[in-house]
């Protein structure tokens, strides 16, 4: 027979103080794993979103971000001339020449410089990115000193704003836009003209290129013309697995930062709910042996008490779970190891975390309640019923 | 006094299994607040080891750009300046890519650098061995406990940023002047990396990536700062001189936003472990209600019954609070063997100890107020008539 579910949500009740706080501290508990999972979440589908797998990206053999790459124009032409290269109406190559270089302005609140990816895009470039779209303004005009500024940068730093010239490489560059990555890593740039940028850049190169595929699956082909080619000393990789070894490193530390934190202190809530468990078996001694009396099985009274246990755990973890939920709200702007620029990132709270959260609050119950739950049930019914 | 101190202490040992849970809860969340907390201090290990008399100089659009080598000899005749070295960040990539692979190094100026950096312990034969061999290299201390680095091996380093592979002879390993000093990079020879710059790619050669400038009086830093970048102002390379501490904080500021939230997460572990000593405290008052009520029956006054709970509360958080922190000087080093690639300074600091000492304190008071106060406002009628 089972000890009906009333029975243990009215003992929950009864010491409501007990609960509440055993209940809270698993909350904040489930609120930072949720929350570092959220950020996760949010990173990568930052980074991932920022590719597309229609297009490739090409950079100098061995270097790691387009910072550090450098492709020649000769390089350039050679590439666009390849048959695996999508084509306008017109015949052109739908291929992006692109300059990258790092300009630091104060982050907002603060007057401390942080990096801001700054790109130079041919006029196709654009076009090669239909998830970025314009908000305010309009798009800079080739052959001229104007810009646009992704939303991450307008919010996050200082003096960006829509009409308010932007001083670097030794020019005024007015922001005559703002766009929308949606919510990739495009956020976080400020956009101009390619050519415009590398005469005020001083260089002679360009960083990197940008290909519209014409099919998705030629990519292959397109990797191995690019290799035999003894003149191109390029790699090529598709859109969106570049941008995600860019966040690898950012988003190993977070999970394992995450991961640690969590574990340490899931022992504190797990040891707060052994704890209140014990107490509970201790104060209802007589009440169990009427159990017993009355006919209920040990096996009832340890899944009574294991389901009170889990029953608190999985309300701390609704609690913290609400709690990260406002997390949403939240921008978070922080350093990318690898490009050594500021990325614009939020949290993201996918059903797939609330399982997990859920399920490992459930474990943090089951674990702190189990011993407690096992002495309920070993207790000798004329034992039980003395003490009371 | 001594009868409330007795009493206590037999307090504790009633219930022996929920008062050594509670340590245990208070040891793993002293533990873990100690260990962030150094966390964040390690952020800052590299502003700290900052002195007060080196500046440095780079390009003031943002660290990748490079500066021209011959502002050296003008940046030497500008007053107040000492000693000037040119220092170029590598990116070399050590057998591969993986993080506890990656270490930083630079490209300076030999016969003058470690007379700039007095906090590395060279021997003068081993920095005359370095000055004299061109492909030579120091190696901090910690990087060759990592990597197993000796005095006449050859490091070989695939180049991100300049392409080729690169070889350099080990001639010395130099020591921290205290564990504050930061040993985990290499150093090597300017004139090396520009001599082969020149025959690969003479338009990269010829370039610093930033100077370090000693001067001769701290207190004339903000002067001597702007004398610089009023040398280079409207030349190609415009300069931005800071103190070697402002730099340092430059690149903490870049990853704020993790400092930050390190920070709040080591304060929610304490507000958890306060959820757990709270509850305990809360249930042993409730269970000892008929028990307080007799003391104030027999002429105990109601302040006696308050300390006697806030007491208890006190000393098991201090017991728990003193074996944390005793944990967590092994686990630090354990923890500095682990992430020796991101924080090469992992230390304890006294700091570190009084503030964990504080919160071990503050949690047992605050925990014990509630219950104490309810105890000690408990009619002795309703008291004796409440059964455990």
Known sequence: MKIPLSYIVRN??????????????????VFVFAAVLMLDAGLRRTLVGTGSYDNALLMRQGSQTEIQSILYRDQASLVETMPEVARSASGDALVSREIVALIAIPKRGSDKPANVVVRGVSPTGVGLRPQVHLTHGRMFRPGTSEIVAGSGVVDGFEGVELGVPLRFAGREWLIVGTFEGGKSGFDSEVWGDVEQMVQAFRRQTFSSMLVRLRQRDEFAS???????????????KPEPVFYEDQSRSLSQFISILGVTLSAIFSIGAMIGAMITMYAAVANRTGEIGTLRALGFRRSSILAAFLAESVLLALLGGIV??????????FTVTTMNFQSFSQLAFGFDLTPRIVLITLAFSVAMGIVGGFLPSVRASRLEIVDALRAA | MGHLLKLVFRNIFRHKLRSFLTMLGLVVAILAFGLLQTV????????????????????????????????RERIRAIGGVKAVAVSNWFGGIYKDQSFGNFFPQFAVDHDIWFDLFPEFRTSPQELLAWKHDRRGAMVGRQLAIEHGFKVGDTIALKGAIFPGTWEFNVSGIYEPK????????????????????????????????????????????????????????????????ETEKAFQLGFVAQTETIVMAVRI??????????????????MTARERLAEHATLKALGFSPGFVGALIVGESVLITLMGGVAGIAATF???????????????????????????????????????????????????????????
Do not use: C
């Open chain 2, 178 to 241: 205290d564990e504050t000093t930061i040993t985990r990079q290499m150093y090597f020879h300017w004139d090396y990396l520009n001599e082969r710059l020149k025959q690969l790619f003479p338009k990269r050669a010829e370039s610093a990536g930033l100077f370090v400038v000693q001067i001769t009086d701290g207190s004339r830093a903000a002067e001597v700062s702007q004398a610089i970048d009023r040398e280079f102002r409207n030349s190609l390379a415009e300069t931005l001189t």
């Open chain 1, 12 to 29: 929950l009740w009864t010491r409501r103080v007990t609960t509440l706080l055993t209940a809270g501290g698993m909350g904040l508990v």
């Open chain 1, 222 to 236: 397109f990797r191995d013309r690019i290799a035999t080619d003894q003149r191109l000393t390029l790699e090529v």
């Open chain 2, 40 to 71: 964040v201090q390690a952020w800052y290990a590299g502003a700290d080891m900052a002195s007060a008399t080196r500046l440095i100089t780079r390009n003031a659009t943002s660290l990748v750009f490079p500066v021209p080598i011959y502002y």
């Open chain 2, 330 to 388: 092994p686990v630090a080093q354990g923890f500095k063997a682990l992430l020796g690639a991101m924080f090469p300074v992992f230390h304890v600091t006294g700091d570190t100890v009084g503030m964990q000492l504080a919160a071990a304190l503050a949690v047992g008071v605050l925990a014990g107020l509630v219950p104490s106060y309810r105890a000690s406002r408990v009619r002795i009628v309703e008291g004796l008539r409440h059964i455990g």
């Open chain 2, 265 to 282: 997460v080591s304060f929610v572990v304490i507000v958890i472990i306060f959820a757990v000593v709270a509850n305990t405290m809360a």
């Open chain 1, 320 to 329: 913290g779970l609400l709690l990260a939920s406002f997390l949403q709200a």
